[in-house]
């Protein structure tokens, strides 16, 4: 008899996306979780699923989001990790990378501690976990965005030796790349093959050079909470923001909810940094996927955290203007680059191949590739999602 691993799923006649273009009514064999064949009238006896008119994609990834569902990771409970994720799983989401908030110490160092334990263990049939991402509290206070003030920290004076402490499963960390000691907190992570991420930062061009030298690689929400063109001492300096746009060293990632990234402003960041440098991610908080019935949620866990509702289509810091982050699945975000004129195979491989590829899980993961894990979405012609195979069976 065949374990539940070992079945086969054949989806047939479908539109399978790849990052060289699109096969048009193609099928794709897997068996024992893993894409096993790609081609034309395949033949299988195992669990068959048309797929004629859809779009198959891979199962997309989220390299930074907060929750969904009311729930946050920061809760770090069983129940709020398995809301969270299926938020992510309904919307064809297939793994994520946990984030963390500006928060006290002991409460980043409790969500560590729940993501090691968590991924030890074995979830089946969960949104893949493939590590944590650290959003602070090395940040600039100007452009702290919806993190609290108190917290915030600085390498040179405060302590992040936790950080190291935890490196096995933690995939980034946002610093802002011009406090001061930051070129060397840069080293020490990137030496544990952490990805350093500058962003919530107010630098000018080239105070944040050292930490860039010394290995940082990514920007954080590209456009968001970003150092950008200022003038100082009788002259234009550019910030993080335009220098990002124009180093191919850096990756990037942006917000692509139509109200952090306007349509316009994606097609700009794509056109300077290609769909190879940058990728969407939904930034998602605790109430996406919740009614807008102006509801107060909480970013991260603590009493006193910074409080939210939803506005119009994106979460807004209570009592301000400040957006608190997105309530807009990364699978909606690709569709809003279709729509705003990106081409199918770049905008998809912006949330699928290349957020693998920055957080170094590209060889088993974001692409419909022989051999690579069979995470798949079978979506309409809007995007929506109509079947879900994850891990090689259908889950959705
Ligand atoms: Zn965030």
Request: aromatic letters at 6%.
């Amino acid at each position: 008899m065949l374990t539940a691993l070992e079945e086969a799923v054949l989806i047939k006649n479908g539109r399978v996306v790849t990052p060289e273009g699109i096969l048009e009514c193609a099928d794709i064999l897997v068996e024992d979780g893993k894409i096993r064949k790609i081609g034309k009238r395949l033949t299988d006896p195992g669990e068959v699923i048309d797929a004629e008119g859809c779009f198959v994609t891979p199962g997309f990834i989220d390299i930074h989001t907060h929750g969904g569902y009311e729930a946050d990771f920061m809760d770090a409970t069983d129940e709020a990790w398995a809301a969270a994720l299926a938020f992510h799983l309904d919307n064809g989401t297939t793994s994520t990378v946990a984030t963390s908030c500006t928060a006290p110490v002991d409460s980043i160092v409790r969500f560590l501690d729940f993501t090691r334990a968590y991924m030890a263990g074995e979830h089946e049939g969960a949104c893949r976990v493939l590590g944590a991402h650290l959003e602070g509290p090395f940040l600039s206070v100007k452009n702290k965005g919806a993190q609290k003030l108190e917290q915030l920290a600085v390498p040179a004076r405060d302590d992040y030796s936790y950080m190291l402490d935890y490196a096995e499963v933690i995939k980034t960390v946002t610093i802002a790349p011009e406090l001061e000691g930051a070129d060397k907190m840069t080293r020490e992570l990137t030496l544990r093959g952490i990805v350093v991420s500058g962003g919530h930062d107010d630098g000018i061009y080239p105070e944040f050079m050292p930490a860039v030298e010394a290995g940082l690689s990514h920007l954080t929400h590209l456009y968001c909470a970003m150092s950008d063109l200022r003038f100082k001492d009788g002259r234009r300096n550019v910030g993080l923001r335009e220098y990002g746009l124009t180093d191919d060293r850096l990756t990037a990632e942006i917000i692509a909810d139509n109200r952090h990234i306007p349509p316009m402003l994606a097609r700009l960041i794509v056109r300077a940094k290609g769909a190879d440098r940058v990728c969407v991610v939904s930034d998602s908080l605790r109430a996406a996927g919740q009614p807008a019935d102006g509801r107060v949620y909480k970013l991260g866990s603590d009493e006193d955290a910074v409080r939210f509702v939803i506005g119009d289509g994106v979460a807004v810091v209570e009592n301000s203007a400040t957006y608190a982050g997105s309530i807009t699945p990364v699978r909606r975000m690709v569709k809003n680059l279709i729509d705003a004129g990106i081409p199918v195979c770049a905008a998809v491989k912006m949330g699928t191949l290349t957020p693998a590829r920055i957080v170094g899980e590209d060889k088993e993961l974001g692409s419909l590739e022989i051999g690579k894990h069979a995470d798949i979405c079978i979506l309409d012609e809007s995007f929506e999602l109509v079947n879900l195979v994850l891990n090689g069976r259908k889950v959705r």
